[in-house]
């Protein structure tokens, strides 16, 4: 069957040649994955299966349709015959598909209940949050929690002219902090939302799982080999649906536990940052990297984009003026726009450097050093 | 029959702004969807145009997110539900033998409400912040919470709209029901007259589910009412199922009236009646109601409980049974017939191989677990469009080729016909055939940008679109020509054709069609 379906596409990637050829194109992919766990291998099985069946039918069906048309027709002299129905072949081909399709859907079921059958085994639990337009994965048992954000090479490549600077970077389809799983291990994945409706989906696993606000939906996966896996955020979510990629990265048992204990570490230091007193240029430093969650609406520059309601931080009245009103803008949003979502989830440290950030940045120059402690006092 | 006693046509605009005439209303439905598939199609031009190489070229992710809503919501609302009804208008009466439709005065009121609606619709564009950005699907909260300024008023156009439909099926059925010829039985009436009275049904018990939706989102927009905002008590997923409980029905709002058409055409160029009437009409209604009981089907990665995408995963199959069977009828229709090639027969078979080849990528879908896959991706794109460009507007050019000889009493430019066929049926799949690829590679739908290794197929997908685009130029110089002139069509106009307005009514049709009720054998 494999096989089979593989020289279709061939021949049909070589008509398509005809319009159009890249070098890129050989490598184009034009079936489904049969991707790397069991689960996601069922599931490409029976998509093959459906597939033959449809192309069966539709050679039986629109062999009909070319046999008449060629013989059947009026200049080969056709006179028309006279029947309009058949009680029998009616009968037959109401029936017939009836019975295919129960038998479609039995192997179906079956894979659908083992999907569906909740990992209450799981050995690591990941809760993934979405946000416009990042996902934010925390380790619910291990104690930290991080954003994974467009990386910026691919950011600063959106608008590039020539599409050689998009090769070499998995261009949409890295980010900067990846999730880590361990390999051959069972997974459940916990996913909502913190605004509007995302979808989490890496073709790899067969995993799809919509993150809805109010909801918390649940997935599982067991990766059984090491590796890298790309996807996309699949649900509309506003302007930079198209700029949330999804990448997970399967480590050995080994390496999974070396990064847990080194992220756990860094969670410390973070929580550490909180409460100490940070310089001016620790802060801009740090600022800087927090600012990439800004930049979507707000751009690298401070400039917004006015013209879609986004606001420039360059000389704008709350990132010159009063601090108090700075930090009530960033924690708890603004109360006119909810495109302006309250950022109180992240850090005193990170409030505080990404504040610091936009006071000082983009010729701004207000001399300001916001410290941890001031975002806790505006807190309460 | 004689032709002129009874047609003293008014003249002027007054002529069209005040028209009771069915034909006349009919027309004016016809252009206004023909002007929308110009604005809509213009939409999917600057979408691929954007689409033809990664990177962001032409436009900004946001008016981007515009023009995919936009596109949809004119191409659904604006073309093709105002193309059947246009359809219904000029035809219902001159095939049941009836003088007009039943409430002439709600049939204008029912067109003149269009203009506003999508006057309101468009000039959203023109708004401050934005034009509605959520997708034709405008799930909450990204249409309710986060929607721009302008989708109140892209409320206020989708009840408009809603309004407009549903007075039109009222009359639609209001007619069939009781205008009929002496002897014409509903069991004998032709397909066309049988898939339009049940698509009305379709409509009258939708339409209040759209208008119920866009009004909850008005309050929860507006008034502080938590319909669909969590934080408030709501739930964004009930949203879902209330739009898809209006939302498939309109699917097949959208197909029943082309299966009407082709069901007309196939026999008169196979010279040969319809294969199985009575299995039509069975079928047809069996599609219409499980229609109501599959909406579920577009949600399936919401998280339902098994038992619910077990229960929607078995119910779509169902339909491929039904929908099977029209296809089975048509193909046995053309057998052992006595076929000619005229355009509306051409489209008419290209309708049924690609309609399938749609319906096929849908039955694949049905399977839940393997729509985790293809949710949301350009292979839901790709099997939308089959459906319904391949589908609905086939289906709309193959009937206007075929009635318009009747309307106009003029034969269309058969050559030129010939030329737009082939240049659409080709440009069609160049550009949707390969979205089934893009899908299945991973490309998620209603995204401005894409990674590099979807180039291809977008850039033939781009360069199948313009063409297609293009070529409708040249369907909008055939009709011109026809009205005004060309070989006069005869009465009968083709060979084959069978039916009321073909045997008993002159080419072109009067003012008014049936002043005496015919006889019906
Ligand atoms: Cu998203």
Known sequence: MGDGMSVLLRTVKAISLMFVSTELFAAAQMDLTPGVTAISQEVYELHTLILWICVIIGAGVFGMIFISMFKHRKSKGAVAANFHDNMTVEVLWTVIPFLILIGMAIPAAKTLIRMETPADDAEVTIKITGYQWKWNYDYMHEGFDFFSNLAKSSRDVIYAENNKDREGINYLLDVDNRMVLPAGKKVRFLMTSNDVIHSWWIPAFAVKKDAIPGYINEAWTIVPEPGVYRGQC?????????????????????????WVSEKKGAAMTAAAGDNKVWTKDELMAKGEQVYAQCASCHMADGSGIPAAGFPALKGSAIATGPVAAHLDMVINGSKVNPAMAAFGYMSDSDLAAVITYERNAFGNNTGDAVQPADVKAARQ | MSEDHHDHKPTGIGRWLFSTNHKDIGTMYLWFSFLMLFIGGGMAMIIRAELYQPGMQLIEPDFFNQMTTLHGLIMVFGVIMPAFVGFANWLVPMMIGAPDMALPRMNNMSFWILPFAFGTLIS??????????????FYAPLSTTYGPASTDYFIFGVHLMGISSIMGSINVIVTILNMRAPGMTLMKMPIFVWTWLITAFLLIAVMPVLAGVVTMMLTDRNFGTSFFEASGGGDPVMFQHVFWFFGHPEVYIMILPSFGIISQIIPTFSRKKLFGYSSMVYATSSIAILSFIVWAHHMYTVGMPLAGELFFMLATMLIAVPTGVKVFNWTATMWRGSLTFETPMMFAIAFIILFTIGGFSGLMMSITPVDFQYHDTYFIVAHFHYVLVTGALFAIFAGAYYWLPKWTGNMYDETLGKIHFWISLVSVNVLFFPMHFLGL??????????????????????????VFGGIQLLFLYIVIKCIRGGEKATDRVWEGAEGLEFEQLPSPAPFHSFTEAPEVK
């Not at chain 1, 050995?252 to 536990?257: I, P, Q, R």
């Not at chain 2, 564009?125 to 699907?137: K, R, V």
Request: glycine fraction near 10%.
């Open chain 2, 124 to 137: 959203t564009l023109f708004m401050e912040g934005s034009a509605p950005n959520f997708g034709w699907t």
């Open chain 2, 441 to 466: 590679a991973g490309m998620p739908r209603r995204i401005p940008d894409y990674a590099l290794q979807f180039t291809d197929f977008n850039q033939m997908a781009s360069i199948g679109a313009f």
């Open chain 1, 234 to 258: 699949a649900e509309l979510c506003g302007k930079d649906h198209g700029f949330m990629p999804i990448v997970v990265e399967v480590k050995s048992a080994e390496d999974y536990a070396a």
